[in-house]
C-alpha cells in the first residue's frame, strides 16, 4: 500500500503570485510529489468539505457561519491576511475535510498525510495569521467525537508557535499539544501549549535536532496514544522568509523522519499535515513540502511489512 495522501484542486484558492501567501505552492506540491512516483491513483484521495457540524466542535458557531457565508469583519480577515471570498471559503473547509480524512486514513493504514493543513493559527473565536479553520483541532475533536480514539497527541513543529491549537484545546485533557517553535516568531502573544519549547534565532540542524531528540520520550510517557498529529511546516528553514531557525534540507529530513520513525516504531499512527512555508521561490518551497510525503511513504512501506495484521514479519 503507498502512502495514503488526500488532497484537493482547489486547495489553491487562486491568489496573485505576488501575495505574501504563496498559494502556488499547493498546485505545486502535488506536481513534486507527481514527479518522485508518490501520487499515482492508488494513493490518492480527494477532500471534501467539512461540514459545520464538525467546524463547530472548534469554533464558536457565529464564526463558522460568517467564514462558511463569507461575511467575515474585515477587522478578522485583517487578522487572517487575506478577505474570505467564496474560493477561500470553500478551500478552508476543504483542507479540514482533508485532515480529517487524512487522520481517518492514518488509523487504518498507520500513516497518511494532508497536501494541506497545518492552520494552527485559527482560535476558537477567529481566524489569524493565514489561518481560517484549525483543521487539526477539528480532526482531532472529530475523531474524539466519534470515539475512534482517546488520546491524542498534537506535535507541531512549524516555526511559529501553535496558539490556536492551544487555545481550543487548552481545556481538553483528551488531546495534549506539544509546540517547538522560533521564540522571536510571530505569535507575539503567545498561548500556553501543554508544552511549548521556545528556540532562539538561528538555531541550525545539530541543536535542532537534539532538542527534539530529547523531548520525544518524554511525550511518549504522559499517555498511549491513539494517533499523533504532525505539523511539519517547513518554515523552520533557512531560506524561509518567515523563519529564523536555520535548518537545511537535510536537517528537515532528518526531523521528519526522527519524528515518524519515534511513532510509528512504537505503533502510533501518524497524520502529517504540511503547516507553514513561505518563500518567493516557490518550486523549491513546494520541495521542500514534498520532503514529509517522501520520509512518510518510506513508513507506509514498513507498516506493510512489519506492522500490518497478517504481515509477514514480524
Ligand atoms: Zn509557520
Not at 497527541?153 to 511559529?160: F, T
Given at each position: 500500500m503507498p502512502l495514503q495522501i488526500v488532497h484537493h484542486p482547489d486547495y489553491d484558492a487562486g491568489f496573485a503570485v505576488n501575495h505574501r501567501f504563496p498559494m502556488s505552492k499547493y498546485p505545486l506540491l502535488m506536481e513534486a510529489l507527481r514527479s518522485r512516483g508518490l501520487a499515482g491513483p492508488d494513493a490518492l484521495s480527494t477532500?471534501?468539505?467539512?461540514?459545520?457540524?464538525?467546524?463547530?466542535?472548534?469554533?464558536?458557531?457565529?464564526?463558522?457561519?460568517?467564514?462558511?457565508?463569507?461575511?467575515?469583519?474585515?477587522?478578522?480577515?485583517?487578522?487572517?491576511?487575506?478577505?474570505?471570498?467564496?474560493?477561500?471559503?470553500?478551500?478552508?473547509?476543504?483542507?479540514?475535510?482533508?485532515?480529517?480524512?487524512?487522520?481517518r486514513l492514518a488509523l487504518r493504514h498507520g500513516i497518511a498525510c494532508n497536501t494541506a493543513g497545518g492552520s494552527h493559527h485559527a482560535r476558537r473565536a477567529q481566524g489569524a495569521g493565514f489561518c481560517t479553520f484549525n483543521d487539526v483541532a477539528v480532526a482531532a475533536l472529530v475523531l474524539l467525537a466519534?470515539?475512534?480514539?482517546?488520546?491524542?497527541?498534537?506535535?507541531?513543529?512549524?516555526?511559529?508557535?501553535?496558539?490556536?491549537?492551544a487555545?481550543?484545546?487548552?481545556?481538553?485533557?483528551?488531546?495534549?499539544?506539544?509546540?517547538?517553535?522560533?521564540?522571536r516568531n510571530y505569535p507575539v502573544r503567545k498561548i500556553a501549549s501543554d508544552l511549548d519549547v521556545a528556540l532562539p534565532d538561528g538555531t541550525g540542524d545539530a541543536a535542532y535536532?537534539?532538542?527534539?531528540?530529547?523531548?520525544?520520550?518524554?511525550?511518549?510517557?504522559?499517555?498511549?496514544?491513539?494517533?499523533?498529529?504532525?505539523?511539519?511546516?517547513?518554515?523552520?528553514?533557512?531560506e524561509d522568509r518567515l523563519g529564523r531557525l536555520s535548518l537545511s534540507d537535510d536537517g528537515l529530513r532528518a526531523r521528519d523522519d526522527m519524528l515518524i520513525s519515534h511513532f510509528r516504531t512504537r505503533g502510533v499512527p501518524v497524520c502529517g499535515v504540511i503547516g507553514g512555508g513561505y518563500?518567493?521561490?516557490?518550486?523549491?518551497?513546494?520541495?521542500?513540502?514534498?520532503?514529509?510525503?517522501?520520509?512518510?511513504?518510506?513508513?507506509?512501506?514498513w507498516y506493510d511489512l512489519v506492522q500490518k495484521p497478517g504481515a509477514r514479519v514480524r
Open positions: 477532500a471534501e468539505p467539512a461540514p459545520v457540524s464538525w467546524l463547530e466542535l472548534a469554533h464558536a458557531a457565529d464564526y463558522v457561519d460568517q467564514v462558511v457565508n463569507c461575511r467575515v469583519a474585515e477587522k478578522i480577515e485583517r487578522e487572517i491576511g487575506f478577505p474570505i471570498g467564496p474560493r477561500v471559503s470553500l478551500r478552508a473547509q476543504l483542507a479540514t475535510g482533508g485532515t480529517v480524512l487524512a487522520a466519534e470515539g475512534a480514539a482517546r488520546n491524542i497527541l498534537v506535535v507541531d513543529l512549524d516555526v511559529h508557535q501553535g496558539d490556536g491549537t487555545d481550543i484545546l487548552a481545556d481538553d485533557p483528551r488531546v495534549l499539544t506539544f509546540s517547538m517553535h522560533g521564540d535536532i537534539e532538542r527534539l531528540t530529547a523531548i520525544l520520550p518524554e511525550l511518549s510517557t504522559r499517555a498511549h496514544w491513539d494517533i499523533v498529529f504532525y505539523n511539519a511546516g517547513v518554515d523552520v528553514h533557512a518563500s518567493t521561490d516557490v518550486p523549491a518551497l513546494a520541495a521542500r513540502h514534498a520532503i514529509l510525503f517522501e520520509v512518510a511513504a518510506g513508513y507506509a512501506r
